[in-house]
């Protein structure tokens, strides 16, 4: 595993990204008033730091991933499927904000 470095100097990295996946970066990244460069370090962190959730949400939901034998990438399509399927299940889309209305 590579050492951590000791300072916050930046790699310049590039990468060939089809216009329409330019495209819609960039109306991501605009959204939220973020350079291309901020929104794709930011998605990057947040996928590998768990969102900066509290570790221990993010060390559970590791050794599940690590239990059910998946990638970084793959776990968090799988995650996207169980939302899916509580959505179906209890309400449909925006849910948890209808309940929290109706109190």
């Keep these: 595993m590579p050492k951590t470095p000791l300072t916050d100097e ?18 991501a990244a605009a959204a939220r008033g973020w350079s291309m460069n901020e929104y794709v370090a930011r998605v990057l962190d947040g996928l590998r730091d768990w969102w900066f ?3 221990m949400i993010a060390d559970v939901l590791e050794a599940d991933r690590k239990a059910m034998g998946m990638d970084e990438y793959d776990y968090i399509g799988h995650l ?17 904000k209808k309940a929290k209305s109706h109190r």
């Design 53 to 55: 959730l509290p570790k």
């Design 80 to 96: 996207l499927a169980t939302r899916y399927n509580e959505i179906r299940d209890r309400g449909g889309p925006g849910f948890e």
């Design 10 to 27: 930046k790699a310049i990295v590039s990468f060939r990204l089809s216009f329409r996946i330019t495209d819609w970066l960039k109306g």
